[in-house]
């Protein structure tokens, strides 16, 4: 039998002050990271990192690496999603800020190509496995946090808390790939790229000065109590009690991650990649577009929180769900035009409502498939590993699909985006927590 849900801890529970900025602090950094990644492997590593010559190569391997990184993500979520249920969520939360920020910050200080020969790939996949690591616990983890510290009552708008980070990070970042691509090509592709890479060392020194004032939960601290009086042994620890008992909850948060991460990742990396290479579109078009969705986005993220405590979390999953497919088609109508009004349309309304719609709503429903003794565990390991069979992948996939097509079409990307939809609707609609009905 599953696990009991608690939803009844602290019924008039307030968040300690700073919880809000500690978890949005590092979920921001974590997307600065990783969005600056993506558009920078779409954009510039095929030509810093990989041999001259066949530049549609050079991008597949540079978005390759990409995907390599969510290799380790679930190494990373469910190591560290276990450690969390053991040790304390707070701990284990600066453990990993610090793990990614800095592997991060390191990549801007990597030798080129040019100057390394096959060294400077190399590195640049090892520091992007250990990014992954660290990202791996960073977004489940802070949603436990989230989620443990709220009032019952808000719960959805607290749970939004780790989705405005991302969209924080979101528009910093797309905002430095925006201007940075508006100045001239060389000192992109020589010494600019690396600029906002190595602003991650200063993100990781305030982010972590935040994180440390944080007090741990109450849930976990009442987990640390109940264990004083509980045998030890393998059938008590967090891996093993997930799988015994909160396999189908897992199951849920698995489906939901694959769908949704492969959305979001083709919205937001694809897109780049196709309106440049495919499109002839100027970069700074793309990059500028994704920067108005996430000034959007971060708007939309707290509204969606909002009305997850009026009508249920799980209903908001199903309306994104069902936009996804609606838009599946329609988004690259927009890009194909080629004009930068209608690209930043499909942008906005892909990546600035529908997607944080979605990720603002999952806080809350995620993490109440779980009992507290196994949450950090089952949101690191559920979405880690459903984040990378698809997040990882889809881009990729996109790619390979618009390569094989002689005149570069689109529709079976769109499919991608309804096979995604159909994982997001059908994983929210086999809701494990006590609470189904909302």
């Not at 000192?187 to 982010?207: C, D, E, K, Q, T």
């Not at 600035?352 to 603002?360: N, T």
């Amino acid at each position: 039998m599953p696990s009991v849900v608690d939803d009844s801890v602290g019924t008039t529970r307030k968040a300690p002050r700073g919880v809000g900025v500690a978890v949005v602090v590092g979920s921001a950094l974590e997307w600065f990271d990783f969005y600056l990644y993506a558009s920078m492997a779409a954009l510039v590593f095929g030509h810093v990192f990989f041999p001259p010559g066949n530049d549609a190569a050079a991008t597949m391997a540079s978005v390759a690496t990409f995907a390599v990184g969510f290799l380790a993500r679930p190494i990373g979520g469910i190591v560290f999603g276990a450690l969390g249920d053991r040790i304390g969520r707070k701990k284990v939360l600066s453990w990993t800020f610090v793990l990614m920020g800095v592997s991060s910050a390191g990549i801007g200080l990597l030798p080129s190509y040019a100057s390394a020969g096959l060294l400077a790939p190399v590195l640049l996949v090892v520091l992007r496995l250990v990014q992954g690591l660290g990202a791996g616990a960073e977004f489940g983890g802070a949603i436990a946090v989230a989620y443990e510290h709220a009032d019952p009552r808000k719960r959805g708008r607290q749970g939004s808390w780790p989705a405005l980070g991302v969209n924080v990070g979101l528009l910093v970042s797309s905002l430095a790939v925006a201007g940075l691509t508006t100045l001239d090509k060389e000192f992109l592709h020589g010494f600019g790229w690396r600029i906002p890479f190595l602003a991650s060392f200063l993100l990781v020194g305030v982010g972590l000065w935040v994180r440390r004032r944080v007090p741990e939960t109450p849930e976990f601290e009442n987990l640390v109590r109940s264990r004083k009086n509980r045998p030890r042994g393998w059938a008590n620890r967090p891996l093993v009690k997930l799988f015994r008992s909160d396999w189908r909850a897992l199951a849920v948060v698995m489906v939901i991650t694959i769908g949704y991460n492969g959305v979001s990742y083709v919205f937001k990396t694809f897109s780049l990649a196709y309106l440049t290479n495919f499109r002839g579109v100027p970069a700074n078009i793309g990059a500028l577009g994704i920067s108005i969705a996430s000034g959007t986005a971060i708007v939309t993220v707290p509204i969606a929180g909002w009305i997850s405590d009026r009508i249920g979390a799980k209903k908001v999953v199903v309306a994104g769900a069902v936009a996804t497919g609606l838009l599946a088609f329609p988004f690259f109508w927009l890009l194909d035009t080629g004009t930068s009004w209608f690209i930043w349309l499909g942008l906005v309304l892909a990546t600035g409502i529908v997607v944080p719609a979605m990720l603002s709503a999952q806080g809350a429903f995620l993490a109440k498939q779980f009992p507290a003794e196994v949450r950090s565990t089952g949101l690191g390991t559920g979405r880690e590993v459903g984040g990378a069979v698809s997040g990882g992948l889809a881009p990729l996939a996109a790619l390979a699909i618009v390569e094989a097509s002689a005149t570069h079409a689109t529709w079976g990307v769109s499919l991608l985006f309804v096979a995604g939809a159909l994982c997001i609707g059908l994983g929210a609609l086999a809701d494990q927590s006590r609470n189904a009905l909302n």
